[in-house]
């Protein structure tokens, strides 16, 4: 057995909604994402996986908290 099962619904890249959701959550709290990209190295949002996605919305509605 795997050390780390891997979640499949962490693979692959984010989804649209996602997406969407990050976008306007960062909007809305006004937090710029390109440090965020940055640290992932990509460029645009739609190059997040549905991971980095994941985590990054709970960083902005923590700080939006």
């Known amino acids: 057995a795997a050390a780390n099962p891997v979640n499949k619904a962490d693979l692959g ?22 440090g965020y990209l940055r640290n992932y190295g990509v460029n645009q949002v739609i190059e997040l996986d549905r991971k980095q996605c994941s985590y990054l919305i709970d960083e902005i509605r923590k700080q939006a908290a």
């Open 13 to 34: 890249p984010a989804s649209p909604k996602q997406i969407k959701y990050l976008t306007d959550i960062a909007r809305k709290s006004n937090v710029s994402l390109a």
